[in-house]
């Protein structure tokens, strides 16, 4: 489903705007539906020790928690210190998940997500400290088909808002698309209890404060098979993108990424492992 849903936001963009001068804007439902199949690529099998249950939404008139899987510590590992201090400091952006999605749209707009990608599959071992044995970033060939359309994006510039504080906050699209939330009928409904022992089961080394995490999907197999263990042969055609267009609202214009700021000047920084203990803001 991953897979299926990053070819054909690619596609449709690639359709409307490789032949034309035009930038690709957070306005463009096709490019949040980009967004939401790359954010899901980097939530798919998340550790559980790195999900947190903190973020309270409606559902016919009962209050449910979403999960809030954060991976700021992982990105910053493959960033470059100035991207790292820039994101930091947007006063928008409060919270390790607001600076996960805000520094992959950033990525897009600097033409990186490409180079960020072959960097993270050089980083095995470190990619194995978050993520459990079945995730998509651990499977070479759905690794190769991911890579295979990072390419593909190219063709394409964007000019995507990386600075709103809508960001601080998961929607349901991306996690219901990596297996960690089941939508049905555009439905919120949290996953059933029993379903975090077989996660338990398949990742040992996530820590004993995750488990009573009843949220997590212990789901396994291919990313664009196995997403979710339930039902869902009614929502195998690709997830509505509307559900991700709560990226469409735009921040103030922010300073790009430092000119000398290529790939190659690409530096490994220590991990802040204790920022993934803080608590994002209301």
């Not at 991911?146 to 600075?163: E, I, M």
């Not at 999907?217 to 929502?235: F, I, Y």
Request: a negative charge; proline letters at 3%; aromatic letters at 6%.
């Amino acid at each position: 489903k991953i897979t299926k849903k990053l070819s054909s936001s690619l596609r449709a963009l690639q359709i409307r705007y490789v032949t034309t001068d035009d930038i690709v804007t957070s306005d463009d439902n096709d490019a949040n539906s980009l967004c939401v199949a790359l954010e899901a690529v980097l939530v798919h099998g998340l550790k559980a020790k790195f999900i947190k249950m903190e973020k309270r939404r409606r559902n016919k008139g009962h209050s449910v928690s979403l999960p809030q899987p954060a991976f700021w510590a992982l990105l910053k590992t493959i960033t470059h210190r100035n991207v790292i201090s820039q994101l930091e400091n947007i006063s928008y952006i409060t919270t390790d998940v607001g600076r996960c999605r805000s520094w992959l749209r950033l990525a897009l707009n600097e033409c990186l997500m490409e180079c960020y990608f072959l960097t993270l599959q050089r980083e095995k071992s470190r990619l194995m400290e978050f993520y459990q044995p079945f995730a998509l970033m651990l499977d070479m060939e759905d690794c190769d088909v991911v890579l295979s359309y990072l390419q593909g994006l190219s063709s394409l510039s964007f000019d995507l808002s990386y600075k709103s504080s809508i960001l601080n906050e998961w929607t349901v699209s991306p996690l219901s698309l990596a297996g960690l939330w089941l939508d049905e009928s555009e439905q919120v409904i949290p996953y059933e209890p029993h379903r975090r022992k077989s996660l338990d089961s398949v990742s040992q080394s996530s820590s004993s404060d995750d488990a009573n995490n009843p949220m997590i999907n212990g789901s396994q197999g291919k990313a664009d098979s196995s997403a979710l263990s339930l039902d869902t042969a009614s929502s195998s055609s690709q997830l509505s993108s509307s559900l991700g267009s709560d990226e469409q609202s735009r921040g103030a214009t922010a300073p790009t990424l430092a000119q000398n700021s290529t790939f190659s000047s690409i530096v490994t920084d220590e991990a802040d492992t204790d920022e993934l203990s803080k608590s994002p803001a209301e």
